[in-house]
């Protein structure tokens, strides 16, 4: 093993993370080959998966760049509050990609300046990934990409991934020891609400519950799956929820930082009723995907859960949603009170 390679992972294993990897920056032009497969099972996503070509040709941009360093950070480890489950997937809930206070943030830093003090050059992109985390840590061999298309270690896919570049020549590669998927089991297939998991390995993000409650579904009365989506508001856990490798991988012995005092204010009917500026204030800077000027979107979500399972305690907060301030979610709730026939 390469000293420097040896001092990165255990630097990396010092501040926190699971598993340290690295592979050479040639090792990502594979991952363009993955994409034109994917593009060509479904024409619908080129638009959507164009975007990220670049991951394959990093020294395009990053010229000096010549290995690419990833760490995997293990998030199945705190306590989901109850009443989150279903609602907001689990992921963005114990996201530390741009939140100082929580301890994967801090071990990220660290880290970056452990590499930097020993004379590498570093770049990294914390809030969205500066290449494919996935390819890139099943290149290392820290684990495998499953059925339903998410990165599994020992401690089942519930984990964050994290890449670097730096600039010099190394590699780390380790040998996966989960066992690969059973080719009878489709229970992930089966459970995506939305039919997004085509078949196995394969997925149509457009089509995605998460897709839908962040950056898609911006006309959900229109949208083909929007009883279909249930009652999520933000992500989607179905496929995670119900795969056998995840059975008893989260151990829920820690307190993830402030995660108690934001689901306070975390339900269907207090963020329908909540005004704007408390909503930019309490949800946007932890779930960042619905930005300040989309924050309606959180509300029509809303709308959209409350139909798919009715209350009739919602009836009210409906109404008064087709006064709202926002023509989307006047036209969400509109929509609402004709399918609900509440009118």
């Known amino acids: 093993m390469d000293s420097l390679a040896f001092q990165i992972k255990s630097a990396a294993l010092a501040v926190g993370y699971e598993k340290c990897g690295i592979i050479k920056i040639a090792d990502m032009a594979g991952y363009e080959d993955k994409l034109n497969e994917r593009m060509e099972y479904l024409p619908q996503t080129k638009p959507f998966y164009e975007r990220f070509r670049g991951f394959a040709h990093l020294q395009d941009t990053y010229s000096w760049a010549k290995s690419v360093v990833v ?33 994967g943030y801090q071990a990220s830093l660290q880290f970056e300046a452990a590499m930097q003090k ?12 500066i290449t494919a985390v996935r390819w890139a840590a099943v290149k ?21 991934l994290e890449a670097w570049l730096i600039d010099q020549e190394l590699e780390l590669i380790d040998t996966p020891t989960v066992k690969a998927c059973s080719e009878h089991c489709n229970r992930c297939v089966k459970a995506c609400p939305t039919a997004s998991l085509a078949k196995p390995y394969t997925m149509n993000p457009l089509s995605c519950i998460s897709f839908l409650t962040t950056f898609g579904g911006r ?18 856990d179905a496929c995670q929820d119900v795969c056998p490798m995840n059975k008893n991988r989260w151990e829920a012995t820690g307190e993830f930082p402030f995660l108690a005092e934001i689901s306070e204010h975390i339900s269907l009917e207090k963020i329908l009723s909540m005004d704007y500026e408390l909503l930019q204030q309490i949800l946007t800077a932890k779930f960042f995907y619905i930005t300040k000027d989309d924050v309606w979107k ?33 036209k969400m709730a509109e929509w609402a009170v004709k399918k609900l026939n509440l009118s």
């Open 140 to 160: 290392a061999g820290l684990g495998i990409v499953r059925r339903n298309n998410f990165f599994y270690t020992e401690s089942g896919s519930w984990v964050h």
């Open 71 to 103: 760490c995997v950070e293990q998030y199945g480890k705190y306590q989901m509050p109850d009443h989150l489950q279903g609602l907001v997937g689990k992921a963005y809930l114990f996201d530390s990609r741009i939140d100082e206070h929580t301890a």
């Open 219 to 236: 006309d959900l009365p229109q949208e083909t799956y929007n009883a279909q989506m249930g009652g999520w508001i933000y992500g989607c």
């Open 298 to 330: 959180w509300k029509v979500n809303v709308i959209n859960a409350m139909v798919n399972e009715y209350q009739e305690k919602y009836k009210e907060a409906i109404y008064a949603a087709c006064n709202n301030s926002h023509a989307k979610v006047r």
């Open 118 to 129: 020993m004379g590498l050059k570093t770049e990294a992109k914390r809030k969205f990934g």
